[in-house]
């Protein structure tokens, strides 16, 4: 949630204050604008969610030990991968509110958005297992969303995509948030 909101926000406050007339004189390239801050977004998510995530795993680690349930910090697929792929997830989270951020200028309606496809479009799909057989496709198109395909490529093992497909939902949905948000960019005045 934090990474959506923080990826529209980034974004959405320069519309509202009027700033983005300046970052756009100063930069005429609207898409070099969009990857920039895109960029930077990004890589911050990654990098602190890292940071936290690692620290709360040895943390947790150190808390548990004494129970013979800690992380197993010799197989990386178990301690290693899971962590570098949750921040990875974080980033993407973020993209996805950036684009959200172009694509509607407005800080409400991005941070509406983003925790509308992260977090409500799951649940409302999930009623749908509830409907019978013949909505199985709607749980099989949920497990495309950006928060089932990044439980799936963090935790592999018995999950509703195949890893490569997972990362390949994921890249899908950055790619097509960025798209859109370039042409919204391009087309509308600042």
């Not at 604008?33 to 990004?42: C, D, E, F, R, W």
């Not at 509308?116 to 799951?122: A, H, K, M």
């Not at 790619?175 to 391009?186: D, I, K, S, T, Y």
């Amino acid at each position: 949630l934090l990474a959506g909101i923080l990826g529209a926000i980034s974004v959405t406050g320069e519309y509202s204050t009027g700033m983005i007339r300046s970052t756009l004189a100063a930069n005429p390239k609207r898409g070099s604008v969009l990857a920039a801050k895109a960029t930077v977004i990004g890589l911050f998510l990654f990098v602190s969610s890292l940071v936290i995530f690692t620290a709360a795993a040895f943390a947790v680690s150190a808390i548990v030990a004494p129970r013979d349930q800690s992380i197993d910090w010799s197989d990386p697929s178990m301690s290693i991968l899971p962590i570098v792929v949750s921040s990875l997830a974080m980033a993407v989270f973020a993209l996805i509110g950036v684009a959200f951020g172009f694509i509607l200028r407005s800080g409400a309606g991005a941070i509406a958005a983003t925790v509308g496809l992260l977090f409500v479009l799951p649940i409302v799909a999930s009623f749908f297992a509830i409907a019978g057989e013949g909505w199985a496709w709607v749980m099989d198109a949920a497990n495309y969303l950006p928060v089932a395909a990044a439980q799936s490529a963090i935790l592999p093992d018995g999950a509703a995509l195949e890893g490569p497909v997972a990362y390949l939902a994921l890249a899908g949905w950055v790619a097509a948030g960025m798209l859109a948000a370039w042409a919204v960019l391009r087309t509308r005045d600042a």
